[in-house]
């Protein structure tokens, strides 16, 4: 760790291939809008000059939003976007059918995969309008595609359908003839909705060649600002205004005109009508995408697309990689310079894609799933630097041993403790220092296949996997991981019990109370296994020594894996039938004896992103253990009390196993102390000394360096608090990260275990 001159800006160019979302404002478009607000101010409604220049400027919008849509009858009004037109469609359609019978339980059907604007606008006004409809999904095929025999046998008793006719998140399109047919075959007023906001500029449209009623769009995903939309209205269709007043746009939507959204909207259209110009044809999307394509699968030869392109817009990419989450993703591509999205919607704790479950894909695609996404204006040259620098990113995976490569000679050496983690669950490999031995514990399935690439990419001689202790939650990996090591675990080690432990592990220590347990010697540093019984009968602590002395005191203990005894904030259960909870106090006051308050103890799992714990950090917050520890609890009481606690503990079906149970301890965070970028850069004017410690990964950080920054990502961080352990407790150390997350979970996390002055920059490389 140096004191450094940071510089947390990302210089390099970015790219942005997240279309779907937004686009930039085109520089013609741009200036389009600047003259609408500079010159050509007028108020449409004004009889004067101006408000006539603006009037004529706004019906030749609409008459070019005819062509574009291929709509040369029906309404054409002009929006803040397609939310707004949902909604008007939506009140419209509610309206007529309050005001005629409602059939036998009526429905308000939508497509499965539809944005989340379609249904919870029917949800909205139906519950407004008291009219008992139910709000039902039209399910899908695993391409996307609408079932339309679903739609064939509830269509009849529908007062209201909406369909989309491109996916945001796949660019998977319907065959909009097919869907009419089922529809109209079966109800031939039915108000039909198509949200086209993704269609525009991707697909022709001819909207008057079909009974198509109500049709959103946003200008905001084609090169026009945000702010501004329109609704195409049917002849025939049902229409009641959403909003009354100055009875602008023939009544249908009062309020002034957004004068400089339809000049962008006109700068756009003829951009779109013209026979030649920035925007590239549908047979040039499909080489970008061909060669985007090619890419991927070269960076990334397992990768899987969550889509079929036979029925996809060229303009969307959605995959997923196995082994790598979508977030790790996400941080690969924005080190890269390439802005890309999640292609997920968060919903609590859950990560994952609604559309992708619709589309019944495997949980593990729909929760790490990417979507990249660009539009007609994109260039060649554009496309040729993009790829490239996915090249590049997939090339600082390699040297992170996260990817395989034959080419990569330069990767960074692993020393020391590494925590993996697959969702709550972690899992530690820990390196030897001076010798290639290493051990697992507590393995993965989901991260067997990245622990065996880093283990033989680092060329590692894994010594152990170890257990500690038959988890309830899941079955142990450990057995495939050692077959998959087989050939670079030593002869004398394969034998091994249940816990993973070797029959033979050669050599003993002496812990703090004059116990004598077996060890595993790693070269300089010794791994010791003690019984803790409790949370489970066959439970264990593994305690790692970087100096392998013949006793080990406390304070010789760097790091203890404790499995589920002890974790963040809260103790194991003890309410499983191999439990035992006057074991568990036993166990807790002998863990008293045997590691110093300060030992890092590393669990196997980290419910509130808390990295590791210690003796001293439980201790601090109150709580059971630490009754148990200064000796105010009797064992009885705390048998009572535990069991209090695992009765509070509920396990919702179909959600995790919890493992541990919740000691009231967790609350008394302490406060994390945050800093500006702007404050970063005028202390280190000042000359106030700090370190400044970069936490993204090492292929983050080698893709965009943090000038002169050290690089201690999150996986090390539990490793960096035990080599820095003194120099934390003095010195201020500032952290930051791509957007401000990553620190604020690690600065709250080294001022639980007790260390000094913390900061971490908010908004992190993203607001420098
Ligand atoms: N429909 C689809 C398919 C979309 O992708 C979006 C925006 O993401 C919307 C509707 C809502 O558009 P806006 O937020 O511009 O109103």
Redesign the pocket.
């Known amino acids: 760790m140096h004191d450094v001159q940071p510089e947390p800006s990302m210089s390099q160019q970015e790219f942005y291939l997240d279309s779907?979302?937004t686009t930039e404002v085109l520089p013609p478009i741009a200036e389009a809008v600047m003259t609408a607000l500079t010159q050509e101010y007028g108020n449409p409604s004004s009889s004067h000059i101006t408000g006539i220049r603006a009037k004529a400027r706004m019906e030749r919008t609409r008459q070019l939003a005819r062509q574009v849509m291929g709509a040369d009858s029906g309404k054409v009004i002009f929006t803040s976007?397609?939310?707004?037109g949902?909604q008007t469609a939506v009140i419209s359609a509610l309206q007529a059918a309050r005001q005629a019978p409602l059939p036998r339980r009526p429905l308000l059907l939508y497509g499965a995969t539809e944005?989340k604007?379609?249904p919870e606008t029917l949800k909205h006004w139906a519950r407004l309008f008291d009219l008992p409809a139910e709000v039902r999904a039209i399910p899908v095929d695993e391409r996307g595609r609408l079932d339309l025999e679903f739609i064939a046998e509830h269509v009849d008793r529908a007062l209201m359908i909406c369909t989309?006719a491109v996916?945001?998140e796949t660019g998977c399109y319907q065959d909009l003839a097919a869907l009419e047919r089922a529809i109209r075959t079966h109800n031939p007023q039915v108000p039909w909705m198509v949200?086209c906001?993704?269609a525009l500029g991707k697909l022709p449209l001819a909207l008057t060649a079909t009974t198509i009623d109500y049709a959103?769009f946003?200008g905001?995903?084609l090169y026009a600002p945000?702010g501004i939309?329109w609704l195409y209205v049917r002849e025939q269709a049902p229409f009641t205004p959403v909003i009354a007043g100055g009875g602008q746009e023939s009544g249908w939507r009062s309020g002034t005109e957004n004068g400089a959204g339809i000049a962008a909207l006109q700068a756009l259209f003829e951009m779109m009508l013209a026979e030649s110009g920035p925007l590239a044809d549908h047979q040039q999307l499909l080489a970008y995408r061909q060669t985007l394509v090619a890419t991927l699968k070269r960076a990334f030869p397992e990768l899987v697309f969550n889509q079929d392109h036979d029925c996809c817009v060229p303009t969307t990419l959605n995959f997923s990689v196995p082994g790598f989450s979508s977030k790790e993703l996400m941080d690969l591509f924005d080190a890269a310079g390439i802005r890309v999205s999640s292609g997920s919607a968060c919903s609590s704790k859950v990560t994952r894609s609604f559309v992708l479950d619709a589309m019944g894909l495997p949980a593990w695609q729909s929760e790490s799933a990417i979507r990249l996404s660009f539009g007609p204006a994109m260039t060649e040259a554009e496309l040729t630097a993009v790829c490239e620098r996915i090249e590049s990113a997939v090339g600082a995976l390699a040297t992170s041993c996260l990817l395989e490569s034959d080419a990569v000679e330069d990767k960074f050496g692993l020393k020391g403790l590494i925590q993996l983690k697959a969702g709550s669950s972690c899992c530690w490999l820990y390196v030897d220092p001076d010798s290639d031995r290493c051990v697992v514990v507590d393995p993965l399935a989901s991260l067997n296949e990245r622990l065996e690439r880093l283990i033989r990419c680092q060329d590692l001689v894994p010594v152990a996997i170890l257990d500690t202790h038959g988890h309830a939650d899941h079955v142990s990996s450990g057995v495939a991981l050692r077959a998959a090591l087989a050939d670079r675990i030593p002869e004398q080690y394969r034998a091994v019990d249940e816990l993973g432990w070797p029959n033979d592990c050669g050599t003993r220590r002496t812990l703090g109370d004059g116990q004598v347990m077996p060890a595993l010697d790693l070269g300089s540093s010794v791994l010791v296994r003690a019984p803790l019984p409790g949370h489970t009968d066959d439970s264990v602590g593994l305690f790692l020594s970087r100096e392998g002395r013949d006793t080990l005191v406390g304070s010789d203990i760097d790091f203890a894996f404790c499995g589920d005894t002890v974790l963040a904030g809260t103790l194991g259960r003890t309410n499983f039938t191999n439990s035992q909870p006057s074991a568990l106090y036993h166990s807790l006051v002998h863990l008293s004896v045997w590691l110093s308050p300060d030992t890092l103890i590393c669990p196997a799992h980290d419910y509130h992103h808390q990295f590791a714990t210690s003796l001293a950090a439980e201790c601090r917050q109150g709580g059971l253990l630490s009754q148990v520890i200064e000796g105010s609890l009797s064992e009885r009481d705390f048998v009572v009390r535990k069991a209090r606690l695992d009765e509070a503990l509920v396990d919702e079906p179909g959600t995790e196993l919890l493992c541990g149970a919740d000691t009231g301890s967790c609350s008394a965070e302490p406060p994390v102390a945050e800093i500006s970028s702007a404050d970063l850069k005028r202390w280190q004017s000042e000359g106030r000394v700090m370190a400044v410690v970069d936490i993204r990964e090492p292929h983050e950080f080698a893709l965009s360096p943090g000038a002169g920054m050290d690089n201690v990502p999150l996986s090390r961080l539990v490793d960096f608090v035990a080599q820095n352990r003194y120099r934390l407790e003095s010195d201020p150390l500032v952290l930051i990260c791509r957007s401000g997350s990553r620190s604020q979970l690690a600065s709250r996390s080294l001022r639980r275990l007790g260390l000094g002055n913390i900061v971490h920059v908010v908004g992190g490389y993203a607001l420098s």
């Not at 976007?81 to 707004?84: L, N, P, R, S, V």
């Open positions: 779907n979302a976007g397609a939310t707004e949902i944005h604007a379609v989309m996916n945001n949200d906001v993704q959103p946003s905001h995903k945000k939309g």
